[in-house]
């Protein structure tokens, strides 16, 4: 039996899209056992997976860690997550490492220069699949996975009834303030949606979905920071659809096939961090399943390939000068054409 580990040590989104990998392994080389190393607090993510044999989480003991996974003898390792943390990996466990090209300098470069045209128009994941172009492996044409355990689903009839007939999943948090919507415009973006709203998001979310319900409380229903991630997943999953940041909610959306309207700040879908639905729903980042709402004309953006606390020029255009509009109509359309 072939052994191999598959290493992406985080975050939520960049997890998933490592899940169309991690099943072409399993079902492209026959006996294969799949092993993956994470940190701690992203196993949740794959301990319901059923394409993982094997889960290794990192924690305090980087030494016991090493110890349990020497003695595996993996016959290779499939590095996904490509930095200084693996390369030392390698250097201890001293197996064959396969690696995807990271783009970092050419990330830099737009950023820097604004030069878009540096980077290849693919996801992430067609780049995650170059790790393991040499085992053999092919996509399958299929999106990323994620899979709930079944205690640990979001009962539909804990939800108010008016929500139990369909709502908009809003998952109103993102990793970093320049990816998200500021406090005022998602006021005003309320008010411009007609339909119920379930807001999901962390505890660092739940004053802000507080400040929507009282603003629209027949409409609105605020579960941020009451539900594990199993749980947001869950609602996302029995949505009608997602309005969602550049985050790792949009990523475990694409995993349930919902459509979406997506809202870009200081990031740009061309650095292949946009919903993967695969190549038989999508060609690049063009679906008939999502929109992408961004703001265009900006000399400034993208400021980051990951985000900041605060816009670095202040204005936060990217974000303050969206089309509030826009995104209301998309969901109307998008709304309308699953009710309809």
Same mark, same amino acid.
């Given at each position: 039996?072939?052994?191999?580990?598959?290493?992406?040590?985080?975050?939520?989104?960049?997890?998933?899209?490592?899940?169309?990998?991690i099943r072409c392994l399993k079902r492209q080389i026959p006996d294969v056992e799949l092993h993956y190393l994470t940190k701690a607090a992203y196993g949740p993510i794959l301990e319901a997976n059923p394409h993982v044999d094997r889960l290794f989480l990192l924690q305090d003991n980087w030494t016991d860690l090493i110890t349990l996974l020497r003695a595996e003898r993996y016959e290779a390792v499939i590095d996904l997550h490509h930095n200084l943390r693996t390369f030392k990996l390698q $250097?201890?466990?001293?197996?064959?490492?396969?690696?995807?090209? *990271? !783009?970092?300098?050419?990330?830099? =470069?737009?950023?820097q220069m604004k030069w878009k045209s540096l980077l290849p128009d693919v996801s992430v994941v067609d780049r995650y699949f170059e790790a393991v172009k040499s085992l053999g492996i092919k996509p399958d044409g299929e999106g990323v996975d994620y899979f709930i355990p079944e205690k640990a689903r979001f009962p539909i009839e804990n939800l108010?009834?008016?929500?139990?007939?369909?709502?908009? $999943?809003?998952?109103?948090?993102a990793a970093h303030a320049t990816k *998200? !919507?500021?406090?005022?415009?998602? =006021?005003?973006?309320?008010?411009?949606?007609?339909?119920?709203?379930?807001?999901?998001?962390?505890?660092?979310?739940?004053?802000?979905?507080?400040?929507?319900?009282?603003?629209?409380?027949e409409k609105i229903y605020n579960v941020a920071g009451r539900c594990t991630l199993h749980q947001s997943a869950d609602l996302i999953r029995q949505s009608h659809l997602l309005l969602t940041h550049d985050t790792g909610m949009m990523h475990i959306g694409a995993a349930f096939r919902k459509p979406m309207v997506t809202l870009w700040g200081n990031t740009i879908p061309e650095f292949g961090m946009y919903p993967y639905y695969g190549s038989k729903y999508q060609q690049g980042k063009v679906s008939d399943l999502f929109d992408i709402i961004e703001h265009t004309r900006l000399s400034c953006r993208p400021c980051s390939k990951i985000g900041y606390e605060a816009c670095p020029r202040v204005h936060f255009k990217c974000m303050r000068e969206l089309d509030l509009l826009a995104i209301a109509q998309a969901i109307h359309r998008r709304w309308e054409s699953i009710s309809g």
């Open positions: 039996m072939r052994k191999l580990l598959v290493v992406r040590f985080s975050s939520i989104g960049d997890i998933v899209l490592t899940t169309p990998v $250097a201890f466990l001293r197996r064959p490492f396969y690696r995807f090209p *990271k !783009l970092n300098w050419k990330k830099w =470069l737009v950023v108010p009834v008016v929500f139990q007939r369909g709502y908009l $999943a809003w998952a109103i948090g *998200k !919507l500021p406090a005022d415009r998602m =006021l005003q973006l309320a008010a411009l949606i007609p339909y119920p709203i379930v807001v999901i998001g962390g505890k660092e979310d739940a004053a802000m979905g507080n400040r929507l319900v009282e603003q629209h409380q």
